[in-house]
């Protein structure tokens, strides 16, 4: 026993040395769910994938369990990509590296802890056969050698695969040309093959690319692996700009035949045409220098030639895009100007362009190489003007004149000014439009809680009528004519108005010396007034919506209304809390008026009033103000035996207070415990009396019936 203890100690002792001596390790934070990888998917996608194919791009979601720690993600044996989690969250993408098909295991490594995550995703083959074409806008040619790309991706390794590549002509031709070939896959599952087209390796033979229009690839086409297409045409770009060479080369003719390479535009205008003669290769070439006033838009080239009658006829159409300028709107005060008619005027054609001006003040136009005047309008009136040079892609700042007009609203406080919000300020304005037409506008704000409203960017140097009102009431009618400036401004004042008011009691009698508090509801403005001795006062206010406080003399609130004063104005104001009579009749525990009770009616901000009741147990209180009142009752000479009851006094009242703990007896006021006492004594004398009378007549019945002859 003594040896366990023994070994015991000593564990103890070690381990607590190791705590002690054994570097210590931080706890690190950890992801509310744990490291796991959560899905997998297309990149920009959102539902899950379990295959793939080399190439493509996706992104694993996942989370580690330190947080801003370090990843790494492995795709098989390959690292794809690297970085640092956004807390603990991993949205990592990468592209699927070359591989051969089958299952590989996708790793999210949590480098800070060295903890794997893994999911998995399979490796499809993918297919393709497609055209090595110019960049946009360029065009492969009529007659050209197109290299087609045969290609496998993510197949199985050093394998060979049978390609079956279809070639089908452009409509309305059904023609198709075939080649069979095989590729060979390296270790990591690809092979890819160049081979050209036209070439006599396809079947039948006379595979061309003499027409223009669209052509078809097939890989392997009765299993559908791949498709893809590519165009031919017989202009070198589908898109030009001014001054470019449209280079047109047309085969498929004879030797020496004649024809005509003729260009149209949209409006079936013909704006080139040049008779031709085909070449010993029975090629038809033709160049035309897009002029300096051509328009932008659709044009159309035909080659037509004498004898020959092509099965795709050579018609063709290319466009004239244009650049796209920028054009920023700016004020005076230099200032975005949103919804703006921009038009620019193509000096070399004459033709126009528009546009209007977004969110962020910018009116996007194409146009071509040249000269440009844009001209920026507000409501049909010109506004703006800039003259350019374009050759290119563009932003310009497009200077226009105009204002901001801001009008604020005031009223009067004594000599003081006071801002008015919530008021409706209506501008109605006549200007010249660049017909010289008149035309009129009109346009509407609220003032803010500053009083002010702004009309953002309108015309300078005209007349604005602003009319001014409140409640569905105008109050102000004013001219006012902004300068070509940053920032224009106008004040507009509201009126003073006669308010006359008279203040009664409850029943409709003057209620003089009151004492009025006015204040209007939007801006604050405030006033003060006291009523004479018939009760009437006459104030001169600002055109509003007021609150009328009434308080009396001493201060005490007694009543509140909601005036609008929009014209000279006459008011009544009832207090119907002033000059009222409370009835108050003190009874005892059985409802009998008590009379020479003192009754005390008490309201805050008042002196208290005193009363004693009379023989009917009433105390009448007269010309007493309302509202929340406690009443005190007490006999007299005993203030101790008080009852109180709190009330709400809004009319003349009668109320009663019951005085429980006392009885009324002839006038006499007894405690209901003496009462009560009372009471037992005589119920008890009586029942001792009744028994006394009960045993004596049953004491003579019995001494009667014990006489001889019945005789007491």
């Not at 409140?470 to 004519?481: E, I």
């Not at 070509?484 to 409709?508: F, G, K, M, W």
Request: hydrophobic share 40%.
């Amino acid at each position: 026993m003594k040896n366990k203890a023994a070994a015991t100690l000593a564990l103890l002792i070690i381990m607590s040395t190791a705590l002690i001596v054994l570097p210590q390790t931080q706890v690190l934070g950890q992801s509310p769910f744990g490291g796991q990888i959560y899905y997998i998917v297309q990149k920009g996608g959102t539902t899950a994938i379990t295959t793939c194919t080399v190439g493509e791009a996706v992104t694993v979601e996942a989370a580690i369990d330190v947080q801003n720690g370090p990843y790494k993600v492995w795709f098989g044996n390959t690292q794809v990509d690297s970085s640092n989690a956004s807390g603990y969250y991993i949205a990592s993408n990468f592209t699927i590296p070359e591989s051969s098909a089958g299952n590989y295991t996708v790793t999210v490594n949590d480098a800070t802890q060295d903890i794997n995550y893994t999911s998995s995703l399979e490796v499809t083959t993918s297919y393709s056969a497609s055209a090595v074409i110019p960049a946009f806008p360029g065009l492969l040619q009529e007659g050209s050698s197109v290299s087609l790309n045969v290609t496998v991706l993510g197949g199985a390794a050093n394998t060979n695969y049978v390609a079956n590549i279809t070639v089908m002509m452009p409509a309305p031709l059904a023609t198709n040309y075939t080649r069979t070939l095989s590729l060979t896959t390296n270790d990591k599952g690809t092979s890819i093959l160049p081979i050209p087209f036209p070439d006599s390796s396809f079947s039948p033979s006379g595979s061309s690319s003499i027409y223009a229009g669209t052509y078809t690839v097939s890989f392997n086409q009765t299993e559908n692996l791949a498709k893809s297409t590519f165009v031919v045409g017989f202009t070198d770009f589908s898109q030009y700009h001014r001054q470019d060479h449209v280079n047109i080369r047309a085969v498929g003719y004879q030797s020496g035949e004649s024809g005509t390479v003729k260009i149209t535009y949209e409006d079936n205008r013909t704006v080139f045409s040049q008779s031709v003669t085909a070449a010993s290769d029975g090629s038809i070439s033709a160049s035309w220098i897009v002029p300096n006033e051509a328009a932008l838009g659709t044009y159309t080239a035909t080659v037509t030639a004498h004898t020959t009658s092509k099965a795709i006829a050579d018609v063709q159409s290319f466009t004239l895009p244009g650049y796209l300028a920028s054009f920023r709107a700016l004020n005076i005060a230099g200032e975005i100007v949103p919804g703006l008619y921009v038009e620019s005027v193509d000096q070399a054609s004459g033709k126009n362009y528009n546009s209007t001006t977004d969110a962020f003040g910018y009116a996007l136009i194409y146009l071509e190489r040249g000269a440009q005047v844009v001209s920026a309008y507000w409501k049909d009136a010109k506004v703006g003007t800039l003259t350019f040079t374009l050759s290119g892609n563009t932003t310009q700042d497009l200077q226009c004149k105009l204002t901001d007009f801001k009008i604020t609203v005031q009223a009067k406080q004594g000599s003081q000014s006071i801002n008015v919000p919530f008021v409706s300020v209506n501008i109605t304005y006549t200007f010249t439009t660049r017909s010289g037409a008149s035309q009129t506008g009109t346009d509407v704000l609220t003032t803010d809680l500053s009083g002010a409203c702004q009309f953002n960017s309108t015309l300078p140097d005209i007349d604005y009528t602003i009319v001014a009102s409140k409640f569905d009431t105008p109050f102000s009618t004013t001219t006012n004519r902004p300068a070509a400036q940053a920032l224009s401004q106008a004040s507009v004042n509201c009126p003073d108005e006669t308010l006359r008011i008279s203040t009664v009691d409850y029943h409709n009698a003057p209620l003089g010396n009151a004492r009025l508090q006015l204040t209007e509801q939007a801006s604050g403005i405030f006033y003060t007034a006291t009523t004479d001795g018939s009760g009437s006062v006459s104030v001169v206010v600002a055109f509003g919506q007021y609150r009328i406080d009434v308080y009396t003399q001493d201060n005490i609130f007694l009543n509140e209304t909601t005036l609008n004063v929009v014209k000279n104005t006459d008011a009544q104001v009832r207090c119907v809390l002033f000059n009222l009579d409370v009835s108050v009749k003190v009874v005892d525990y059985f409802g009998n008026g008590i009379s020479n009770v003192n009754v005390q009616f008490s309201r805050p901000g008042t002196s208290a009033q005193s009363a004693t009741t009379g023989g009917d147990g009433i105390a009448i209180f007269h010309n007493v103000v309302g509202g929340n009142v406690e009443l005190t009752a007490y006999p007299s000479g005993n203030q101790k035996a008080f009852v109180a009851r709190n009330l709400d006094v809004e009319s003349p009242t009668s109320v009663q207070v019951q005085m429980t703990n006392f009885v009324s007896l002839g006038g006499i006021l007894v405690g209901t415990s003496v009462f009560a006492t009372i009471l037992i004594i005589v119920v008890v004398v009586l029942l001792f009396v009744g028994i006394e009378l009960f045993r004596r007549f049953w004491m003579g019945r019995k001494a009667k019936a014990a006489s001889p002859n019945g005789q007491s």
